[in-house]
């Protein structure tokens, strides 16, 4: 099954630009094929996975993968800002992929510095094991222009 990319929504916020919100994976219970979600001239892209809480909660993994030629080829995008609790002192964690083991939410940023080159995402939660019933991921897109 192909998931479709849902438009939330799209509003100006001055002084910063546009913010659009996408939901490139709706309320999936096994791994999703992957939409491309455009974002040419993105400053800024936060990506949230949610995991509804079920009877036996279910492991799934995000990872991204990045278009730097128009959506024709992706490659694994690396360099995901984690939201793990950092001191003052120290450097932003970088990570592959973030996981969800349990209800709840997840949040990570795209590096910044590399979404000049960038023109499309795509989003994968992969289920990591067989519990039954299924848990239900969501992944919401902000990407501000």
Known sequence: MTDTLIQVSRQHAEPEGIVEVVKPVNAIT????????????????AIQLTEAGSVNNRSGVLTITVSLDGGTTFQAYSMLVSNAANTNGQTLTRVASITRAS???DICFLTPETLGAITHIKTTVTI??????????????????
Do not use: L, R, W
Request: charged fraction near 10%; proline fraction near 8%; aromatic fraction near 6%.
């Open 30 to 45: 096994a791994t999703n094929t992957p939409v491309a979600v455009p974002c040419a001239g993105a400053k800024k892209i």
């Open 128 to 145: 990591t094991d067989g519990a039954t019933p299924a848990g239900i991921f969501t992944v919401i897109a902000a990407i501000q222009y």
């Open 103 to 105: 209800a709840g939410t």
